[in-house]
């Protein structure tokens, strides 16, 4: 899929943006939006993860409903501790009408933190951000002396696909 390509709505968008922004919140580094956990996450609902669409769209529309009885608005709108009391009903599954809730919390949760720290090919990580933050260095092909068994400071490297796709 084209990275600039859409398959969430804007509504969608920016609930799922608002979830992710709880679950790794910008500080000092950058956060879930910046590094593009989003973004991953919509190129893999519209390839690899298609099948997980409709639950994406039941899920976004269970937690937007239950923001506005709840809190009177929607999701993104609210601020951060109204967003994470909602959050915590949607992990331990206490929401009523929407039986999967815990389910679509624990999959946004999990592909959030796959977007952060996935090879940036495939849409999330941007600029290496997430490695960065973690200190992950990324595809290395060795490491000088200096670095054998301390922690290593060296900026991250990633995968090259378009000199692998030619192999």
């Known amino acids: 899929m084209d990275s600039n390509a859409r398959i ?8 799922l943006e608002a979830i992710a922004e709880r679950i790794f919140p910008k500080t000092e580094s950058p956060g879930a939006i910046e590094i593009g956990a989003v973004d991953y996450i919509e190129i893999a609902l519209a390839g690899d993860y298609a099948a997980l669409l409709p639950l994406y769209r039941a899920g976004v529309k269970a937690l937007n409903r239950h923001a506005k009885t709840k809190r009177g608005g929607q999701f993104a709108r609210l601020d951060g501790q109204q967003q994470d009391m909602l959050l915590k009903e949607f992990e331990s599954g206490a929401v009523a009408g929407f039986k999967k809730a815990a389910e679509f919390f624990d999959m946004v949760k999990y592909h959030v933190f796959e977007g952060l720290f996935c090879e940036p090919h495939y849409g ?5 951000d ?3 933050v973690v200190g992950f260095p990324g595809q290395q092909w060795g490491y000088p002396d200096p670095y054998i068994n301390k922690p290593v400071d060296i900026a991250p490297v990633a995968v090259d696909y378009t000199k692998a796709e030619m192999k």
């Open 8 to 15: 969430l709505t804007n509504l969608e968008r920016r609930t």
């Open 124 to 128: 999330g990580n941007k600029n290496m």
């Open 130 to 132: 997430g490695w960065r």
